[in-house]
């Protein structure tokens, strides 16, 4: 060995160290940047109905007070000190999960759709006639089910982590509503959604939770609901009933906006808010007390029924009161159906509609158009104290906006008329819209007092508060935390050390490569010179998605970069293959072999070329042109059947590619025939599920269908396993006669290369065929998993990585190895594109994610989801093995006498640093762009939904690597293991 | 690691017989070039086209894109904005009759008259005692070829853009179809009028990269800022700033103008430098 390679061992534990900085950095940053629950502690009490400032001083005694009061007391304490009596005693929320807004208020004035008119006659007749008001309450990203929750209880927008943890509920520990509620002694029925038992486990008297497990079930989640109803409708012993219908958000993730299922489903709670509104609202009954209905959904969905990021169509959710009686009646269809709001904004409205303190986190403010009935005293009284509130929270983080600046007994009117220009930083612009409202409101009560007040001055003191309110509101919302800047320091230089580590050791590894290269290659000394190009732009890549994450559409529209890079790749490569065509057909023989190479690689790029631009059109993606024709829609308008035939034809090609790529493997055709046969085996069990449970969506989730698709993932994970177990022993060996053979043919130097080289060949077969079971296992899997219009993009995908494999291993010197696993590596990039993710939420199969599972598993459903959405960068991470046996790196082994570990070291080095090291620079850049945007408009809708992609792609290359790894090294010792003992049995017969 | 450009000339002293090539003149250029190569490399240089003819012949070009953008703006009142696939197809019938006026005129009177040497005549070195009526049979004939490129030029042009990522649909292929002509003009009609089909010619120009003399450089540099141009013009495509010319193939052709402006600058400095250093040589 000489002294500038570096060891094995060393190699080793250098990657491993910036492995352990990387994820140590990351999780660093990830939590310092995402808060996990960016909130006051603490529940609101009592001191909310008296002005801020004042009484911090007594908050703890208060809230000892507190502690000694019955619930009853507390309700009554309440009601003297809001002065603003109850409207109401009852309330039932009833969320539709996923409904749109526009489905029953329409869009920009335009009432919705006939049909969709049609299928809700009752709710519309309530809008119409004024007895209910409807509000778009627009939702904040991410738009999934249990923040959106969370943010109407607590009207707060939660960390963007919520969403990671919206498969593995936690109970909200945070000032909320439904807290409220149980300190003043309501009872509680929830039926529906089992997310409300998770988020607050022991609240209700009563509940029956359904699991949103069974995505494709849309009739039965809803009966279960609906079949207490009655029941619980004819009770008095609740206060607050909570139902959660689940069935609409399924039809959507089924069939989309337009399923033919949604008329009927906007029926059904039609029926329902009939059913509420007759029996209880409507029926003024004493006893029960007043009743009002609030349905709301919690966020709406895509026309193609996902939902997850911010685009209108899913933030668009609705608020209907149904209920209030509005003293200015609303005759007016349109002015009922108009009004725009924020989420949160429900849950101030719904406190102050019953005389409980506002949650402490709130950010929302109330809904006017709710509050026409009280009078005008009550009216400016819940305008202050919602104000009262947000100057709380506002408080809470500037903390010079306190400073007694007006003292406990009242305001000092030190601003004149009150009315006074705000300007100069936003302490200053809300402190001066705080006394603007106040003193407005103190004179207006002052002349109200001697008989003179105006309709003016009223009108002025609610737009006064209204300014606050929204000014704050703004500004909190925006500003969801400060961010630790040593944790986030910390994360981002550790993650640059490792990014560096891994950069010096690709270069090291390069260097001692290149060196060999040369001496086994003397004669072309201006080689560098000639390779520069395609190298340089594999590195200008690097540059250019680095650059593009800056920009939110490039982020958004990242497909399109991926494909135009491979592509004017695979166009640069192609040159390469043109210039080393010789032009002449020569009839030496030299020149015949290299023009039959040239033009093999030619065809082999065409392919590559052809099957991209597929790839590419077979689902538009991205964000802004979703709407745009591609393959997958033209195929879904085509009809099931044809979608179905493709899928099986994909089936069937995949395994006849496979049998193809398995017997150009000559050297053992039993092993061959084994591994053929359990292929086929598991293929035909996976055609059979398709073509037995796939085509009707409804019924997927009975026993039989899990079954098999139990029965595939156990045939396919034993027989992987027992593949790569067993293949390395089962691999024939011929140590002694070829080693004889060779001791008669070559010199003595030769034969001692050749017992470190001896292994090879069977180490070169082993990772093969191991390479290859792992790929044709993983598509399999993917067949079943993903959505059938899929299937042919798989099909593809692994054209793609057997052609570039045959590519490669014509190519031999020609390209450096770094350079082809980096196009591999980007190659799987623009596969994951082609699968239809994008880096909005909204794309992630939630679908799939339960095939095979017959119980509710968070662990094996998220695995499952994650299978499905990297099945593209871990397919090629997983043909690195095979990518390892057919590279030809022999001219890398004969120069020097080889080391066993350094020939271990020179298979393994680029095929998983490489990866690691592109990862690494993205991870890196990424987490910079991600600081830099954090004050950019779109940093929660579009660069953090980015920001978890990278960072799981960045678990799926560790375990990707990892497994490649393992493999190689599992398969490299068990050779050497065997081949020793063969020499020495060879030897101890000679 | 293997340089079939250096390789070339021992191959060929290898004494094989051209197989292919069904035209005369293939066979012509091959035997003579083999022979003649050599000796005429040291009197090629210092007899390329000079600065001036250089800057006459892009100015010709460059007046041909700026008449068609005129026509398209004052006589039609269109642009490339408005109307893409009429524009286009004025700029590419425009240029490409520029070209064909090039190669009738410049190449007539400069390339192929016996005294002046290029490319062109290189090739043809037997024929330069032929006649002027032959050598205008050839003119024609490169005209030809030039003519017979445009629609080649476009498919393979037409082919790199979508494979690249252009829109594939009916309402598409005027646009792409026009855009591809106009690529076609700039990248292979000057190439083909030239070079014919000899394809170690094309291979060294653009796969290699490596022109020889100013008629190369004056084809190779502007072919390949045409295209560098047109590769980054796609870039702002997928921006969300929803501009009218983000559109396939707009700013591509933008690009590629643009590209090819840059690049026949760069292709007349090449050209003064290189009269330059000629004049020091000759000196």
């Given at each position: 060995m000489t002294s500038t390679t570096t060891s094995f061992t060393k190699f080793t534990f250098f990657t491993v160290a910036a492995l352990v900085f990387q994820i140590t950095g990351l999780s660093l940053f990830v939590f310092g940047f995402f808060p996990v629950k960016p909130a006051l502690s603490g529940v609101s009490g009592w001191e909310s109905f008296f002005a801020p400032g004042c009484h911090s001083v007594e908050n703890q005694s208060q809230t000892q007070m507190e502690m000694g009061l019955s619930p009853y007391e507390l309700k009554s304490l309440y009601q003297d000190l809001s002065l603003i009596p109850p409207l109401f005693d009852r309330l039932i929320l009833m969320v539709i999960d996923g409904l749109p807004a526009e489905f029953v208020l329409g869009k920009d004035g335009q009432p919705p759709r006939k049909d969709l008119m049609d299928a809700m006659p009752y709710t519309h007749s309530l809008l119409s006639s004024g007895m209910a008001i409807g509000y778009h309450a627009k939702a904040a990203p991410p738009t999934v089910t249990m923040p959106r929750l969370k943010a109407m209880v607590s009207g707060a927008i939660g960390g963007f982590l919520d969403v990671a943890f919206n498969f593995n509920t936690q109970a909200l520990l945070d000032d909320n509503l439904l807290g409220q509620f149980l300190r003043i002694g309501w009872k509680m029925v929830m039926l529906g959604d089992e997310t409300w038992l998770k988020l607050f486990p022991g609240l209700f008297v009563r509940h029956d939770g359904v699991s949103s497990f069974f995505v494709k079930d849309t009739v039965q989640v809803d009966k279960n609901v609906s079949r207490h109803l009655e029941n619980e409708l004819s009770r008095d012993d609740w206060n607050l009933l909570v139902l959660h219908y689940l069935g609409l958000d399924h039809v959507g993730h089924i069939?989309?906006?337009?399923?033919?299922?949604?008329?009927?489903?906007?029926?059904?709670?039609?029926?329902?808010?009939?059913?509420?509104?007759?029996?209880?609202?409507?029926?003024?009954?004493?006893?029960?007390?007043?009743?009002?209905?609030?349905?709301?959904?919690?966020?709406?969905?895509?026309?193609?029924?996902?939902?997850?990021?911010?685009?209108?169509?899913?933030?668009?959710?609705?608020?209907?009161?149904?209920?209030?009686?509005?003293?200015?009646?609303?005759?007016?269809?349109?002015?009922?159906?108009?009004?725009?709001?924020?989420?949160?904004?429900?849950?101030?409205?719904?406190?102050?509609?019953?005389?409980?303190?506002?949650?402490?986190?709130?950010?929302?403010?109330?809904?006017?158009?709710?509050f026409d009935c009280l009078t005008d005293h009550q009216q400016l009284r819940a305008l202050e104290l919602n104000s009262w509130q947000l100057y709380r929270l506002v408080e809470a983080q500037l903390p010079g906006l306190s400073c007694g600046d007006f003292s406990c007994s009242g305001f000092i009117d030190d601003l004149g008329s009150g009315s006074g220009e705000c300007s100069g930083s936003m302490e200053k612009i809300l402190r001066c819209l705080f006394m603007n409202a106040a003193n407005l409101h103190?004179?207006?009560?002052?002349?109200?007092?001697?008989?003179?007040?105006?309709?003016?001055?009223?009108?002025?003191?609610?737009?006064?508060?209204?300014?606050?309110?929204?000014?704050?509101?703004?500004?909190?919302?925006?500003?969801?935390?400060?961010?630790?800047?040593?944790?986030?320091?910390?994360?981002?230089?550790?993650?640059?050390?490792?990014?560096?580590?891994?950069?010096?050791?690709?270069?090291?590894?390069?260097?001692?490569?290149?060196?060999g290269e040369k001496q086994h290659l003397s004669g072309s000394s201006n080689s560098k010179i000639r390779w520069c190009l395609d190298e340089a732009f594999i590195l200008g890549v690097v540059l250019i998605l680095v650059m593009s994450m800056g920009s939110s559409s490039m982020v958004e529209e990242e497909q399109y970069i991926w494909n135009f890079v491979i592509s004017t790749l695979y166009l640069l490569l192609l040159r390469k293959a043109v210039q080393s065509h010789s032009g002449r057909s020569g009839s030496a023989l030299f020149l015949k072999a290299q023009n039959k190479r040239s033009d093999f690689q030619l065809c082999a790029i065409f392919l590559l070329l052809i099957s991209g631009r597929i790839l590419r059109g077979w689902h538009q993606g991205g964000v802004n042109w979703t709407h745009l024709p591609d393959i997958s829609k033209w195929l879904e308008q085509a009809g099931s059947n044809l979608i179905r035939s493709i899928q099986l034809t994909s089936g069937l090609l995949m395994m006849g590619l496979g049998l193809f790529a398995l017997f150009l493997f000559v050297t053992n055709t039993k092993l061959v025939r084994v591994v053929a046969l359990f292929f086929l085996i598991s293929g035909f069990l996976v055609l059979w599920h398709i073509m037995e449970y796939q085509d009707n969506e409804f019924v997927s989730s009975d026993y039989h269908a899990t079954l098999l698709a139990q029965i595939i993932y156990a045939t396919?994970?034993?027989?992987?396993?027992?593949?790569?177990?067993?293949?390395?022993?089962?691999?024939?060996?011929?140590?002694?006669?070829?080693?004889?053979?060779?001791?008669?043919?070559?010199?003595?130097?030769?034969?001692?290369?050749?017992?470190?080289?001896?292994?090879?060949?069977?180490?070169?077969?082993?990772?093969?065929?191991?390479?290859?079971?792992?790929?044709?296992?993983?598509?399999?899997?993917?067949?079943?998993?993903?959505?059938?219009?899929?299937?042919?993009?798989?099909?593809?995908?692994?054209?793609?990585?057997?052609?570039?494999?045959?590519?490669?291993?014509?190519?031999?010197?020609?390209?450096?190895?770094?350079?082809?696993?980096?196009?591999?590596?980007?190659?799987?990039?623009?596969?994951?594109?082609?699968?239809?993710?994008?880096?909005?939420?909204?794309?992630?199969?939630?679908?799939?994610?339960?095939?095979?599972?017959?119980?509710?598993?968070?662990?094996?459903?998220?695995?499952?989801?994650?299978?499905?959405?990297?099945?593209?960068?871990?397919?090629?991470?997983?043909?690195?093995?095979?990518?390892?046996?057919?590279?030809?790196?022999?001219?890398?082994?004969?120069?020097?006498?080889?080391?066993?570990?350094?020939?271990?070291?020179?298979?393994?080095?680029?095929?998983?640093?490489?990866?690691?090291?592109?990862?690494?620079?993205?991870?890196?850049?990424?987490?910079?762009?991600?600081?830099?945007?954090?004050?950019?408009?779109?940093?929660?809708?579009?660069?953090?939904?980015?920001?978890?992609?990278?960072?799981?792609?960045?678990?799926?290359?560790?375990?990707?690597?990892?497994?490649?790894?393992?493999?190689?090294?599992?398969?490299?010792?068990?050779?050497?293991?065997?081949?020793?003992?063969?020499?020495?049995?060879?030897?101890?017969?000679? | 690691m293997l340089e079939p450009s250096g390789r070339e000339p021992a191959v060929q002293n290898h004494g094989t017989e051209p197989t292919h090539g069904g035209r005369d003149e293939g066979k012509e250029k091959k035997q003579k070039k083999s022979s003649i190569a050599k000796?005429?490399?040291?009197?090629?240089?210092?007899?390329?086209?000079?600065?001036?003819?250089?800057?006459?012949?892009?100015?010709?070009?460059?007046?041909?894109?700026?008449?068609?953008?005129?026509?398209?703006?004052?006589?039609?009142?269109?642009?490339?904005?408005?109307?893409?696939?009429?524009?286009?197809?004025?700029?590419?019938?425009?240029?490409?009759?520029?070209?064909?006026?090039?190669?009738?005129?410049?190449?007539?009177?400069?390339?192929?008259?016996?005294?002046?040497?290029?490319?062109?005549?290189?090739?043809?070195?037997?024929?330069?005692?032929?006649?002027?009526?032959?050598?205008?049979?050839?003119?024609?004939?490169?005209?030809?070829?030039?003519?017979?490129?445009?629609?080649?030029?476009?498919?393979?042009?037409?082919?790199?853009?979508?494979?690249?990522?252009?829109?594939?649909?009916?309402?598409?292929?005027?646009?792409?179809?026009?855009?591809?002509?106009?690529?076609?003009?700039?990248?292979?009609?000057?190439?083909?009028?030239?070079?014919?089909?000899?394809?170690?010619?094309?291979?060294?120009?653009?796969?290699?990269?490596?022109?020889?003399?100013?008629?190369?450089?004056?084809?190779?540099?502007?072919?390949?800022?045409?295209?560098?141009?047109?590769?980054?013009?796609?870039?702002?495509?997928?921006?969300?700033?929803?501009?009218?010319?983000?559109?396939?193939?707009?700013?591509?052709?933008?690009?590629?103008?643009?590209?090819?402006?840059?690049?026949?600058?760069?292709s007349l400095g090449f050209a003064l430098v290189h009269g330059g250093r000629q004049h020091l040589k000759r000196d």
């Open positions: 069939g989309g906006r337009s399923s033919s299922l949604m008329g009927p489903k906007l029926l059904e709670m039609d029926e329902v808010v009939k059913m509420i509104h007759l029996s209880t609202i409507q029926t003024h009954d004493n006893d029960r007390g007043r009743t009002l209905l609030v349905v709301v959904s919690d966020h709406g969905m895509t026309e193609s029924g996902n939902h997850g990021g911010s685009s209108y169509e899913e933030t668009d959710s609705l608020a209907l009161f149904i209920g209030l009686k509005n003293q200015v009646s609303i005759s007016h269809y349109a002015s009922a159906t108009h009004n725009s709001i924020l989420q949160v904004d429900i849950a101030p409205t719904l406190a102050l509609l019953y005389g409980v303190p506002i949650p402490k986190n709130n950010v929302g403010v109330l809904i006017s158009g709710t103190n004179s207006w009560k002052y002349k109200k007092e001697t008989g003179f007040e105006s309709r003016e001055d009223y009108r002025s003191t609610v737009t006064a508060y209204h300014e606050f309110l929204k000014t704050a509101s703004e500004w909190l919302s925006r500003r969801v935390t400060d961010k630790p800047v040593p944790l986030l320091a910390f994360g981002v230089v550790a993650m640059a050390l490792s990014c560096l580590i891994f950069l010096g050791l690709i270069t090291c590894m390069s260097r001692e490569v290149y060196t396919l994970g034993v027989g992987t396993i027992g593949f790569v177990v067993a293949l390395p022993w089962l691999m024939p060996i011929q140590i002694s006669s070829t080693y004889s053979k060779h001791k008669i043919n070559s010199s003595t130097l030769v034969s001692v290369d050749i017992q470190y080289k001896f292994p090879l060949l069977e180490f070169r077969d082993s990772s093969y065929l191991i390479g290859l079971a792992y790929m044709l296992c993983w598509c399999l899997l993917q067949l079943l998993l993903q959505q059938p219009i899929n299937s042919m993009p798989i099909f593809l995908l692994l054209m793609q990585i057997f052609t570039s494999m045959l590519y490669y291993s014509s190519s031999g010197p020609q390209n450096k190895e770094w350079l082809e696993v980096a196009l591999l590596y980007y190659v799987g990039m623009a596969g994951h594109f082609a699968l239809g993710n994008s880096n909005t939420l909204a794309t992630i199969d939630v679908a799939g994610a339960f095939i095979g599972l017959s119980s509710h598993s968070t662990l094996l459903s998220g695995i499952l989801m994650f299978i499905i959405t990297y099945t593209s960068p871990m397919l090629v991470l997983l043909s690195m093995v095979m990518y390892i046996s057919v590279k030809d790196t022999s001219y890398l082994a004969i120069p020097q006498s080889v080391d066993l570990e350094q020939f271990l070291k020179m298979m393994l080095g680029f095929p998983c640093l490489v990866p690691l090291g592109l990862n690494s620079i993205l991870l890196t850049a990424y987490t910079v762009v991600l600081l830099l945007m954090r004050n950019h408009l779109f940093v929660w809708s579009v660069f953090s939904p980015k920001y978890l992609y990278v960072c799981t792609t960045t678990v799926c290359i560790y375990i990707g690597v990892f497994v490649v790894a393992a493999t190689e090294i599992y398969i490299y010792m068990v050779i050497a293991f065997r081949s020793k003992i063969q020499v020495s049995i060879s030897n101890g017969i000679l | 000796a005429s490399n040291a009197e090629n240089s210092s007899q390329s086209l000079s600065a001036l003819q250089v800057f006459s012949i892009h100015m010709i070009c460059g007046l041909g894109l700026a008449i068609a953008l005129w026509m398209a703006h004052n006589l039609y009142s269109i642009n490339v904005i408005s109307d893409p696939s009429c524009t286009l197809r004025l700029i590419w019938v425009s240029l490409s009759l520029s070209l064909d006026f090039v190669v009738l005129f410049f190449l007539y009177e400069f390339v192929c008259s016996p005294s002046s040497d290029c490319r062109e005549s290189n090739r043809h070195t037997s024929l330069q005692l032929v006649s002027t009526q032959s050598s205008t049979v050839l003119v024609l004939e490169s005209c030809g070829r030039g003519i017979l490129a445009l629609p080649v030029g476009a498919l393979v042009n037409a082919l790199g853009a979508i494979v690249l990522g252009a829109p594939v649909g009916i309402e598409y292929l005027p646009k792409t179809i026009n855009w591809s002509l106009l690529m076609s003009s700039f990248m292979f009609v000057p190439a083909a009028s030239v070079f014919g089909s000899s394809s170690s010619h094309w291979q060294r120009i653009f796969a290699h990269t490596k022109p020889n003399e100013s008629l190369e450089y004056m084809i190779c540099i502007p072919a390949h800022g045409a295209l560098i141009g047109a590769w980054f013009g796609a870039w702002p495509m997928p921006l969300d700033w929803e501009r009218p010319w983000q559109d396939w193939p707009i700013c591509v052709t933008y690009g590629a103008i643009t590209g090819y402006l840059v690049a026949m600058v760069v």
